[in-house]
């Protein structure tokens, strides 16, 4: 799995799920209410401001369209 976050502190991950959002959530010791589950479908985390070095070291930095594109390529979360 390959984590993706962007300057405004959003985080996702390829392959993108739900599913997949937790995992990844749980590896990078993030808790649950970081979850932004939305009606639009944009479903993300947030990350933390006591973690945004620790967890962004291993992402990948994109901006924030394609953090919007990676979630809108997979049908199972719109």
Do not use: Q
């Amino acid at each position: 799995m390959k984590y993706y976050c962007d300057n405004k502190r959003h985080l996702v991950c390829k392959p993108y799920s739900i599913e997949n959002l937790h995992k990844m959530a749980k590896k990078l010791k993030i808790k649950s209410w970081w979850f932004h589950k939305k009606k639009n479908g944009l479903n993300h985390y947030d990350i933390p401001k006591s973690k945004i070095k620790k967890i962004t070291t291993r992402c990948n930095l994109v901006n924030s369209r394609e953090i919007v594109n990676i979630i809108r390529k997979n049908e199972e979360c719109k």
